[in-house]
């Protein structure tokens, strides 16, 4: 278990490294921050209540996704492009002969940069927008932390799809097609462009299943009050749910591709 | 001019044959590319699904504004793409290899990984515009349907200099390759929005700092016969092309600065 926790440090610490591109990356979730709060200002302003947000609830589920977007890797990036290059190469024949269990490796690996991520992308735009905006707060701190959990869930489960993701690589060899509809479909139906409970009917109901809303959709209304009591073990448990299923056909998929790995030269 | 020009269609050219060797991966990246935007589109449609207007604008009138913000984003983006990856030339040392080669270093950065599949993103953006001309009941004279191709043509060509600022920006700061996209991606997005929807402050940052609005709200505005919410004098419409000319000046200028500032990391 030790070295999963040196592995997640290593994580925190590999991307603590570059604090320009955080600044840069900080600065550009603001300024699209500010975009979407003044289309949703306006959205709402016309139609107030829109899917059981008030005009602040909606501005703070901008800031919200700004805050969480690097966090939960709703639009990738992060460890797949590196597992694809190793499984490419064929580096990932060392990686399967190391004394640790390869999903476990890269989930600390990836825990820690969320981690990192919180931290350094999330808690800035944030503060951005609570200077510019009204923003609506937890009123109990026991709601921060059924958030905390709720963001580390949603870490889980993205890592699990985009693990799944690079597996793939193992039969394709090129990723980048499904890595593009991976980041497509993170950004839909996670609730990035608009909350999941606007869109219409049997979408909204569909994109509400789906495993992109433990991304965001998620742990925003728990943050935003919207779930409350049973309404957030029920949100948890959701997120729970899909983290163990994903997880679960990683490690069949890895069992596959191990089985059929060829390392080539040598 | 005439050296570089050949040079960059040499490189591109290089870059789309070696693009057409996977065949497969360039269409499955080409059709993510139009579902990207796609996806942007069918926001904005839910949204309207929601309202009738949107800062006092219609679905059509919306559709416009995102048609051409989007075709005018698309071909700088086409064009000059691949320039925001000039801080990872300048981390790992290999923009030195474009220096010492016979050809100017803007064109080859220019045409550096030439991303063909970026006409996915021009076709859905020309496919939104063209619907939005069928439905909008706008009254067409000789001058606004002039001023559609002229405001293309300067949005590309101001998106464009935002690019080359952006590269040469990261002459300084190799690692903030993000800044800029806030200003191209997020230029687009602004623009895709009627102005009626933002903040002063935002709007004059968006004329006046990084002139934005000159890429389709302004001669828009005109198009659509709508009032502009900064009450800027009415021939500013006109200027997109000349605004377009100094952008690409002031871009040209930091390009040489950035250029002349660069200091190898050696070996």
Not at chain 1, 135 to 144: E, S
Not at chain 2, 18 to 27: E, G, L
Request: net charge positive; charged share 10%.
């Amino acid at each position: 278990m030790r070295v999963y926790g040196a592995v997640a440090l290593r994580g925190f610490r590999r991307y603590a490294t570059y604090r320009v591109a955080t600044l840069a990356g900080v600065f550009t979730n603001s300024v699209f921050g500010f975009i979407l709060a003044y289309t949703f200002i306006a959205l709402w302003t016309m139609r107030p209540h829109l899917g059981g947000y008030d005009l602040p609830h909606a501005v703070t589920y901008v800031w919200l996704g700004q805050a969480m977007l690097a966090t939960t890797a709703i639009m990738g990036g992060g460890f797949e492009a590196d597992l694809i290059e190793r499984i490419r190469t064929g580096d990932v024949a060392i990686d399967l002969y190391r004394p640790a269990d390869l999903q476990m490796w890269w989930l600390a690996a990836d825990l820690g940069r969320a981690g990192f991520h919180l931290l350094g992308r999330g808690v800035l735009p944030m503060a951005v927008g609570a200077l510019a905006f009204p923003l609506a707060w937890p009123g109990r701190p026991l709601t921060w932390g059924y958030f905390l959990v709720s963001v580390a869930l949603g870490a889980v489960v993205s890592y699990a799809i985009r693990y799944l993701i690079a597996l793939a690589a193992f039969w394709l060899l090129d990723g980048s097609g499904l890595t593009v509809l991976a980041m497509l479909s993170g950004t839909f139906f996670s609730g990035m462009l608009l909350p999941l409970s606007v869109f219409p009917g049997r979408l909204g109901t569909v994109a509400r299943a789906l495993p992109w809303s433990s991304l965001l959709q998620v742990p925003a209304d728990i943050f935003l009050g919207r779930r409350s009591g049973g309404a957030v073990a029920a949100g948890l448990a959701f997120q729970a749910g899909w983290a163990l299923a994903l997880l679960g056909a990683g490690r069949l998929v890895q069992a596959a591709a191990t089985r059929k790995v060829v390392v080539q030269g040598g | 001019m005439a050296d570089g020009l050949r040079a960059y269609a040499l490189i591109v050219g290089m870059w789309v044959r070696s693009t057409m060797a996977y065949r497969f991966s360039f269409v499955m990246m080409a059709v993510g590319n139009f579902l990207a935007t796609a996806l942007d589109f069918a926001a904005i449609a839910i949204i309207f699904g929601h309202t009738r207007v949107l800062g006092g604008f219609s679905l059509p009138e919306t559709a416009f504004l995102y048609g051409t913000s989007g075709c005018a984003l698309g071909l700088a983006d086409l064009v000059l793409g691949s320039m925001d990856q000039l801080g990872q030339r300048v981390r790992d040392g290999t923009l030195d290899t474009l220096l010492v080669r016979p050809v100017p270093v803007f064109a080859q950065a220019a045409a550096d990984r030439f991303a063909l599949r970026r006409l996915g993103r021009i076709s859905q953006s020309v496919l939104v515009l063209a619907w939005s001309l069928t439905a909008l009941k706008a009254a067409w004279t000789p001058v606004d349907v002039l001023l559609v191709p002229v405001m293309l043509v300067s949005g590309a060509a101001i998106f464009s200099a935002v690019f080359v600022t952006g590269a040469a920006f990261q002459f300084w700061a190799t690692d903030a390759a993000e800044v800029q996209n806030s200003f191209t991606y997020g230029g687009n997005a602004l623009t895709q929005y009627p102005p009626t929807v933002f903040a002063k402050d935002l709007l004059r940052g968006a004329t006046f700092v990084v002139p934005l609005a000159f890429v389709n709200w302004l001669p828009a505005l005109h198009i659509l016969r709508r009032a502009d919410p900064l009450g800027l004098p009415g021939w500013l419409d006109f200027c997109s092309p000349l605004v377009a000319a100094a952008a690409c000046a002031a871009a040209g200028l930091a390009w040489r600065a950035g250029l002349r500032a660069y200091r190898s990391t050696g070996s």
